[in-house]
């Protein structure tokens, strides 16, 4: 955004206040300039030249505490788009100073690659089999970090492919499934139940060779190599023979529906982005619009919903994953306070803002508890990361699963 376009939006902003009751930062911190208000007000002095961004490092550590979470512009009476006004502020840091080395090798160095993530996940396994993750522990280096991770599956989704595809000689339906590198990589039995469940429901299933959406490095302000990611997307995923193109991962899904808006006024790319965007579904949602199959086995147990903030406030999915938990025989939905407050986990933000990821953290899982729900579902490989992480420094015994996880595991019930 143009510094002349920045401060005509800034302008609207009017004080009023009504994003500290929502806004995770300001909730944990009370701290004015860890909430909307607060931090547009540091980036209009800068505009109107009152103070200087680049030298002011308390500044730039509060930009870079938001979570871009989204819950302030959707309860902001003039419509002020925060999350938008920080990610343009974050690119001009990015593009005065460069990434942050942790930033740039976790980033460009990990994610933008899907051998290297791959390798980084093998040898992450290998570092959990072998013990040596518990004897970090003991010894508190990496401040918990390392905790973050969850226990990492055997293998990733993309190398089960070939027996988990199959040939449906009738199917209804015809559909690409994108494979996330976290869901590929992390979160092995998220991708593995969503592609049982669509073929349960007679799709024809394809997954593309997509690489990363680009959210890390969009939310890091790498606008560079934000749009390199999101053209090879574009590329995989351009033309393709499906009714739709499916998401088990919310923020994926989102940040591929808003290519349309980064490629505003590119010749090549506008067009293809919107034909993409006009396929993108979210997993349960596709679900519901094609009548699933219901012929389950029970699950006599208790969950939540905690909603991711890419679900809810960006792809405006609220009700689907609910119906898919409640349709499931035994299954007793209860919801918790703030299900839809951010979690704290917003990608990587917990590894280089810890303590106030922790502290948001710490109010979800005070939530979850309340409702004595013996599982915690979620639609969002980041937030199961982050709630996990919960689940282990809250000493809750509970588990954390994506609704198509528990759906695949109701059919397998029925079937046996
Ligand atoms: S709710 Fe909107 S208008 Fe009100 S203070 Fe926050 S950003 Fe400004
Ligand atoms: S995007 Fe979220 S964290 Fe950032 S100011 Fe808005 S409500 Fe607060």
Not at 119 to 129: G, M, P, S
Not at 225 to 230: M, N, Q, S, V
Not at 252 to 260: F, Q, T, W
Not at 314 to 343: N, T, W
Request: some cysteine.
């Amino acid at each position: 955004m143009k510094k002349d376009e920045l401060l005509k939006i800034l302008m609207n902003c009017n004080r009023c206040g009504m994003c500290q009751e929502v806004c995770p930062t300001y909730r944990v911190s009370h701290i004015e300039a860890n909430v909307a208000r607060g931090r547009n007000r540091l980036i209009r002095l800068a505009l109107e030249n009152q103070l200087n961004l680049d030298k002011e490092p308390e500044v730039e550590k509060i930009i870079n505490e938001c979570l871009l979470c989204k819950a302030c512009e959707d309860s902001c009476p003039s419509g002020v788009p925060t999350p938008e006004i920080i990610a343009s502020i974050r690119a001009h840091y990015t593009n005065t100073k460069g990434l942050p080395l942790g930033k740039k090798i976790m980033y460009r160095g990990v994610f933008s690659n899907n051998k290297t993530i791959s390798l980084v996940r093998n040898l992450a396994w290998i570092y959990q089999k072998c013990g040596i993750n518990k004897l970090v522990k003991f010894t508190g280096l990496f401040n918990k970090t390392d905790e973050m991770l969850p226990n990492l599956p055997p293998k990733n989704v993309r190398s089960q492919l070939p027996v988990l595809l199959k040939v449906l000689p009738n199917a209804d339906h015809r559909v690409a499934y994108f494979l996330g590198c976290s869901v590929n990589n992390f979160f092995s039995s998220i991708g593995v139940a969503s592609i049982k469940v669509l073929q349960e429901n007679n799709c024809d299933v394809i997954v593309p060779e997509v690489n990363c959406c680009g959210a890390p490095h969009h939310s890091a302000g790498d606008m560079e190599e934000f749009k390199r990611l999101a053209k090879n997307n574009l590329r995989m995923l351009n033309d393709l023979d499906v009714e739709a193109i499916i998401f088990d991962c919310s923020t994926c899904g989102s940040v591929i529906k808003d290519y349309e808006n980064l490629f505003t006024g590119d010749e090549e790319y506008e067009k293809i982005a919107a034909q993409v965007a006009e396929k993108v579904q979210d997993i349960s949602s596709y679900l519901i619009s094609i009548d699933f199959n219901k012929n389950m086995g029970t699950i006599s147990k208790k969950v939540t919903y905690h909603d991711p903030c890419h679900g809810i406030r960006f792809l405006k999915v609220k009700d689907a994953p609910r119906e898919i938990l409640k349709s499931i025989p035994g299954l007793e939905l209860i919801e918790m306070q703030e299900a839809d407050m951010c979690c704290g986990g917003a990608g990587s933000y917990g590894i280089f803002n810890p303590k106030l990821s922790r502290d948001i953290l710490a109010r979800k899982m005070e939530n979850f508890k309340n409702t004595q729900a013996d599982i915690l579902a979620t639609s969002c490989p980041a937030c199961t990361m982050q709630l996990s992480f919960g689940m282990k420094i809250h000493n809750l015994n509970c588990s954390v699963k994506h609704p198509v996880e528990l759906l695949v595991q109701a059919y397998e019930i029925k079937s046996l």
